[in-house]
């Protein structure tokens, strides 16, 4: 492929809902684009962007893609994103080295909780949104229903720009309603198109259509506005000129019509692409210059250079990939750059332009493109390279929290060695996993954003890396705290033969609000414990209190004073007061009147609105609290507070109780306490778990 500048390139991700048809819609722009000879499928796995062995078995995407089509002389470059709530962080990267986001709705089900997360990321960054309806020859698909429902969620200045001709499996075209064409597309899939006069039949609606688009487009504009109200209509050329600068100022979202798996539609959507979006040198990038100020970089190639690696590929054979864009400059391959991050030079080899997983050597990047490079030493998602002058870092990305923590056990005695390495590379790959040990429990903890994202990695593991793991039953992250303020004492005396140990101490414990942790104070006054021994009575609480006391989970939220003591001149040690301390904690628990705290999720649970009912039903058998609903369109939006511990076998409920058509999001919200009538169960099972450490550690 040729070299681009920045006015010649046009980047944009794809993002929206899980099967709304993203990975099929860059297959037909690139295959129309004649970027690739053969139409690929997704339910074939033929498609460039979904490669990957997991992705392909799956048929979702798993992670962002990047792929690269010429279209009218210009150069996109198309990321194509995950939809599932699980992989959403690589949306939201994907986003930002984007100058638009194709928003992708199903034209049957409507905005969905993907869609509202993706819009919410794009709006965040003030990011220009084209909005794609795919699979309008769908049963039930339906442009006016799912205009209603952008919006009722997305906001009303989601506007068609275009009609469809046809509908469900008659849908063969689109009408533009800028320049009033009629484009038809051949029945075989090939793309082949042919322009003509707006059909008679659609010529009210179409006329109708217009004339509220132009009324946007005035909207959005006063000297328009203006114009609008002498003429009473806007000339083709406003309406195009202002519909682009409405889009641009990301106050007007256009909605486009296609069937991506007939290929309807693809060309006229990617011309709005290269004839819209703005061209990187348009769109200052924003970060941080070397003051540590806000600042914004332009795309100039006479400029030093700086690039930003935005999402890094794990790949067992040849390294990490490091996906980058070019802020500024020219990047050449051999360079010689600095991590400006991390203070380190890297060499550059090989320049990579990727489409999907195929790697192409180009010799040079200019500035606003988009490509790769592979095995450099130190580097990783979310640092800025360049010129040791470059000026300018991104400040790095934020990832979720994780949700959900999994134990996992290699399935080989002695793999724990490749699963540590494995895992250090796939959170390269994808930095919402995490992966540590218990404290308590000494087992490996693998924690994500859900069920779904724990298999994923897991299969990961076992393809890419040929480690095989069990997977044990999800472990909720309970907590202890106390609910009464309690003096407590503790003294430990041993005398066995000469030397003997001793060491003295009187506490108060008291309650803290939610999330305060643990406070310790020293308040002794004229050397009861010398100040040497004080430490020691802290350490020794601090180690009990995170093995727990009714079961085997930290105790939260509470603090706790010295307030007396004793010493003796040759007994007393740091040890002896460690132990006192141990004592007193213990003895201040047993009247502290203990109790158990769980993680409570916030969840948002989307569906067709016959099942709000039922779904309520459900979210209180699980000690749900709803917090709202709203409806959306012919969906309902049930917002609630769940407690995890219940959550675990959501995914599956939702699925056969909605037959796939619901759809939920999950986050961390806080801990609250456990019903008493639940302690039991928790406190065996943990002690049980306690137990199987025991042995293990033996
Ligand atoms: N009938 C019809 N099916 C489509 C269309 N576009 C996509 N599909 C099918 O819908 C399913 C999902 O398509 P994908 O392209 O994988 O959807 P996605 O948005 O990439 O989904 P994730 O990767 O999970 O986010 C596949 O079975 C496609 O063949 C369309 O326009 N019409
Ligand atoms: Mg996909």
Redesign the pocket.
């Known amino acids: 492929m040729r070299v681009f500048d920045a006015a010649g390139i046009r980047n944009v991700a ?1 993002v ?13 722009l690139l295959f129309d684009a004649g970027a690739v000879n053969r139409f690929g ?3 074939e796995g033929t ?1 460039v ?2 490669y990957d062995e997991e ?1 392909i078995a ?5 992670s962002a893609t990047l792929a690269t089509l010429e279209w009218n002389k210009y150069k996109v470059n198309l990321i ?5 709530g699980n ?1 959403l962080a690589d949306a939201q990267a994907a986003l930002r080295v984007s100058e638009a986001a194709v928003i ?1 709705v ?2 049957v089900g409507g905005v969905q909780v ?1 869609t509202e997360k993706v819009w919410s990321y794009a709006e965040e960054a003030q990011l220009p949104r084209l909005i794609v309806l ?5 049963e039930r698909a339906s442009l006016e229903r799912s205009v209603e429902s952008m919006r009722a969620t997305l906001g009303r200045n989601c506007v068609p720009v275009q009609l469809p001709i046809g509908q469900e499996k008659d849908f063969k075209g689109v009408i533009d309603l800028v320049g009033m064409k009629a484009y038809t597309f051949a029945a075989d899939g090939s793309g082949k198109m042919t322009e003509g006069a707006v059909p008679d039949a659609l010529a009210g609606n179409a006329k109708e259509a217009r004339d509220a688009l132009i009324e946007m487009v005035a909207e959005a504009d006063d000297a328009l506005m203006e114009k609008f109200f002498e003429a009473g209509t806007l000339t083709q050329e406003e309406l195009s000129a202002g519909l682009a600068r409405a889009f641009r100022a990301a106050t007007l979202f256009p909605v486009f019509c ?5 290929n ?1 539609g693809i060309q006229p959507l990617a011309d709005a692409i290269v004839t819209y979006v703005a061209s990187p040198a348009d769109r200052p990038f924003p970060g941080v210059n070397s003051a540590g100020k806000e600042a914004t970089r332009a795309a100039a190639d006479g400029a030093p250079l700086a690039l930003w690696v935005w999402k890094t590929v794990a790949d067992p054979f040849a390294g990490s990939i490091s996906l980058f864009r070019v802020l500024s400059g020219i990047v050449k391959s051999d360079a010689t750059v600095q991590n400006v991050t991390r203070d380190q030079q890297e060499r550059f080899g090989h320049v990579l332009a990727l489409q999907g997983k195929t790697q192409t050597h180009v010799p040079e990047l200019h500035a606003g493109d988009l490509g790769a490079v592979a095995k450099l030493k130190d580097t990783h998602t979310g640092d800025t390279l360049g010129d040791r002058n470059a000026g300018f870092t991104v400040p790095s990305m934020k990832f979720p929290e994780p949700v959900l923590a999994y134990a996992i056990e290699p399935k080989s005695r002695g793999d724990e060695d490749k699963i540590g390495t494995a895992m250090q590379r796939l959170r390269e790959e994808d930095p919402s996993i995490r992966y540590d040990r218990d404290a308590q429990t000494h087992e490996l903890l693998l924690s994500g954003q859900g069920q779904l994202h724990i298999e994923v990695t897991v299969a990961k593991l076992r393809r890419r890396f040929g480690v095989e793991v069990n997977l044990k039953p999800p472990r909720i992250p309970y907590r202890e705290t106390i609910t009464a303020k309690v003096e407590a004492h503790g003294r430990h005396k041993k005398q066995t033969g000469g030397h003997g140990q001793f060491g003295d101490c009187h506490i108060t414990m008291e309650p803290l609000p939610r999330g305060a942790d643990f406070e310790f104070v020293n308040d002794i006054f004229g050397g009861a414990i010398p100040r040497q021994f004080v430490p020691a009575v802290e350490k020794g609480i601090q180690e009990t209190r995170l093995r727990g006391y009714l079961t085997t989970y930290p105790v939260v939220d509470f603090r706790v004073t010295v307030t007396d003591g004793s010493y003796h001149q040759v007994d007393s040690s740091e040890m002896a007061f460690k132990l006192a301390g141990r004592l007193a904690f213990r003895d201040g628990m047993s009247r502290a009147k203990p109790t158990i705290l769980e993680p409570i999720m916030n969840v948002e649970v989307y569906a067709p609105s016959d099942f709000a009912g039922d779904l309520m039903g459900d979210l209180n058998s699980r000690r749900g609290r709803i917090s709202g609903m709203d409806t959306r369109g012919a969906a309902t939006v049930i917002k609630a507070t769940v407690p995890m511990a219940e959550m675990l076998t959501y995914e599956q409920t939702l699925t056969s109780n909605t037959g796939g058509r619901g759809s939920y999001h999950m986050e961390f919200s806080h801990y609250d306490e456990v019903p008493s009538h639940l302690h039991a169960k928790i406190i065996s099972q943990s002690k049980a778990e306690r137990g199987e450490a025991k042995e293990e550690e033996e």
Do not use: E
């Open positions: 794809l929206g809902h899980s099967g709304s048809g993203k990975t099929q819609l860059a297959s037909a499928k997704v339910d498609t962007t979904d992705a799956r048929k979702h995407t798993l194509d994103t995950p939809g599932m992989f992708v199903d034209a993907s795919n699979r309008l020859d769908r296609t069937s991506a798996l007939h309807i």
